[in-house]
């Protein structure tokens, strides 16, 4: 039963007025009122004036610490000396030439240093313009068309991506997106071998099968490494181009991504996010006889018919140069990781200690640096503890109660602190007391949530 008293929802616009009114002309301006769908929150997103290190202040004066963190862009916390002194100084040589450069170069040679297993890399202006390239380069490298992806594995906003995202996962994610593309997309099941097998039996049209290693969006379906392992031998057996989606991954899981910290290596990666340095930027990487069909080479046939042809105004813009390639320089040690994990660990732990001592129908899981959040009934069922090819990730991707998320996010904020949704990141810059007092938040908020009788 609700208690009387302020609501959340009241709390949360008494303490926003700028943000409301920001959210007013907003919607008047923007589509939606928004740039990304994930920044809707209800009953309306927070503007952020400042950022730095673990820390955001919002237009209403508001210190939080902020999970957010780009979108997991930002590894090493916002503002970094380093890298803004990178982006500075590029900015008074220029923001683009129109043209090659050498950063480029050195941002190129830093990426293949930190991953010794790939031979060439490919820039792009996104993580879905990345995961778009690598399964064109699939198709053009096997000479088959089908994709298969896995079920709550998301990549980028793009159509072929657009399948297999949410439950129910036989409709697209969107309106939209031509049936003709959907028919290109095979979806799966995630860390179902049968499945798998059964899908793929007798076909020989299938270019490539894409996925996030360290498990379906951010985390929340987590990996069965017994299953990725035995998807690695059998698409190198078949002929099939393995991609692996580390647009998160990417460089958070180590400093050569979950591939490293796996021993388990694709064939194509895709990468954003921290590459970039927190700006705009991604790239596609790979074997060279894969990456080479982007290659001009003295024959015009090949030129118009068989090369891969890819395009991009800001590919390898400078200023994303200047600060991924500080980034990857700063992180090649594994120190900020190191860091950022027993950050991870420590929070998820005392969330859990929470979650236990308040009896809340909810569960916090995660690997590394990544938080992910899971509120609703039946979470006793999930047994995060045990195998992953046992979850049941129609329900960890079902969310049943979308307004507690929405009301335990507000009254996070309230407290200090922005969690996304559903799953945060950590980075280098959050420190024991960010950890320590987000525990404490995430206490008060869940009370203020029960006495709105939202869980």
């Known amino acids: 039963m609700k208690k009387a008293g302020v609501s959340i929802d009241e709390r949360f616009r008494r303490a926003h007025p700028r943000s409301e009114a920001l959210f007013r002309r907003a919607c008047a ?15 309306f997103p927070i503007y952020v004036d400042r950022a730095q290190g673990s820390r955001k202040w919002d237009v209403d ?5 902020d999970y957010w963190v780009g979108h997991g862009a930002l590894f090493l916390g916002h503002g970094h000396p380093a890298v803004r002194d990178a982006i500075v100084g590029q900015l008074s040589r220029g923001t683009h030439y129109g043209a090659c450069h050498e950063l ?16 060439r890399i490919r820039f792009v202006g996104s993580g879905t313009e990345a995961t778009l390239l690598a399964m064109r380069l699939a198709r053009a490298a096997t000479g088959r068309s089908k994709i298969v992806k896995f079920e709550g594995h998301f990549h980028g906003w793009h159509d072929y991506a657009a399948v297999g995202v949410r439950p129910p996962f036989d409709r697209p994610v969107s309106a939209g997106v031509p049936q003709g593309i959907l028919e290109e997309v095979l979806t799966c099941p995630p860390n179902d071998w049968d499945a798998f097998r059964l899908l793929t039996f007798g076909r020989n049209d299938i270019a490539g099968v894409i996925l996030e290693p360290g498990g379906g969006s951010s985390g929340t379906i987590p990996t069965d490494l017994g299953f990725l392992t035995r998807l690695r031998e059998f698409t190198r057996a078949a002929g099939m181009v393995l991609i692996f989606d580390e647009v998160i991954t990417g460089f958070r899981f180590a400093p050569g991504g979950a591939q490293q910290r796996y021993e388990i290596y694709a064939d194509l990666t895709t990468l954003a996010k921290i590459v970039a340095g927190g700006l705009p930027g991604g790239a596609v990487v790979g074997s060279a006889p894969i990456m080479d069909q982007l290659a001009f080479r003295d024959d015009s046939a090949w030129n118009r018919e068989g090369r891969v042809g890819h395009a991009g105004t800001f590919n390898a813009n400078p200023l994303t140069a200047a600060a991924g390639l500080v980034t990857l320089e700063l992180l090649a040690d594994a120190q900020p990781h190191a860091k950022a994990d027993r950050a991870g660990q420590n929070l998820r732990t005392g969330m859990s200690e929470v979650i236990e001592k308040l009896g809340v129908d909810a569960c916090v899981y995660g690997e590394s640096s990544i938080i992910n959040l899971f509120l609703g009934p039946h979470r006793h069922g999930l047994a995060l503890e045990g195998p992953a090819s046992q979850l049941d990730h129609r329900l960890l991707m079902g969310h049943p109660n979308l307004e507690a998320y929405h009301q335990l996010r507000c009254a996070l904020i309230l407290q200090g602190v922005d969690l996304p949704l559903f799953h945060g990141w950590l980075s280098a810059a959050h420190s024991d007391e960010d950890i320590e007092r987000t525990i404490r938040a995430f206490g008060a908020a869940l009370r203020l949530v029960q006495d709105d009788a939202t869980l």
């Open 61 to 65: 004066g508001h210190e939080l610490i």
């Open 104 to 119: 480029e170069v050195r941002w190129a040679e830093q990426v293949l240093k930190l991953l010794p297993w790939v031979d």
């Open 29 to 43: 301006a923007i589509a939606g009122g928004l740039s990304h769908d994930i920044r809707h929150l209800s009953p």
